[in-house]
């Protein structure tokens, strides 16, 4: 049996229902959990969002808009933070990790390393 990989126009064809899915999702099932995470953002001074590749620059959109309102958030590439800059997680911080995966090394690593008192929300 031979899979066949769909080609861009039909990837590009799914995309209402990607969204619409994606959609009812926050709106239905991840709601408390979201309204979860507004609380823990809102009872820290500062925003941590880490990831690898296109997962951390997922976060960068967020981060620009907190910024904007007066937030003080801040993007870090996993690897950095978890070998050089490990000194950004204090208390006054919470993690915010994203990976498509949910199995990036290096962004499981921040979550492993991070001091217990440090809050982290995870986005897979």
Known sequence: MQ??????LDEVAQQPD???NVVTSYTD???PKLADAT???QGKPTLL???MGSSLFAGELLVE???A???RAFTCDASELYHYRRGLMTEDVIILAISQSGESAETCLVAEAKPKDVPLICIT
């Open 65 to 67: 808009r907190l910024n």
């Open 49 to 51: 969002v880490v990831g």
């Open 3 to 8: 899979l066949t990989t769909p080609s861009f």
């Open 39 to 41: 609380k823990l953002i």
């Open 18 to 20: 990607v969204v619409l």
């Open 69 to 71: 309102v007066g937030y």
């Open 29 to 31: 099932d991840l709601s």
